[in-house]
């Protein structure tokens, strides 16, 4: 069984910068690919960045250059995190922590709200 805990989030104004984490421990075979989606009411979660465990990353076009996505391992924990720089209103969502064996087979993290504003 992985366990997911988030951390980070918050509230900023446009142009700010914010940090996420989350920190998965279980089965290291599940970890294989980590990330980070988000959702806002009455929209579908959508992919924001993902890295699996050769580094190879990907990026939505709205946060390519500005979010950065890494990972790091200490024993059995494995932990990634979203580095969120020059932040725009539309960014305001909740986020995210995704891990799984394969693209698109996750588990989830709780949750974790990011609000900026103008």
């Known amino acids: 069984q992985v366990q997911l805990v988030e951390s980070g989030g918050g509230s900023v104004q446009a142009g700010g910068s914010l940090r996420l984490s989350c920190a998965a421990a279980g089965l290291t075979y599940y970890m294989q690919v980590m990330g980070w989606f988000r959702q806002v009411p009455g929209k579908e979660r959508e992919e924001v960045a993902i890295i699996d465990s050769g580094g190879i990353t990907n990026y939505a076009d709205s946060v390519n250059g500005r979010f950065t996505v890494s990972r790091s391992r200490d024993n059995d924990r494995e932990s990634v995190y979203l580095q969120m720089t020059s932040l725009k209103p539309e960014d305001t969502a909740k986020y995210y922590c995704?891990?799984?064996?394969?693209?698109?087979?996750?588990?989830w993290g709780q949750g974790t709200q990011v609000t900026v504003s103008s």
């Open positions: 995704a891990v799984g064996p394969s693209r698109g087979n996750y588990l």
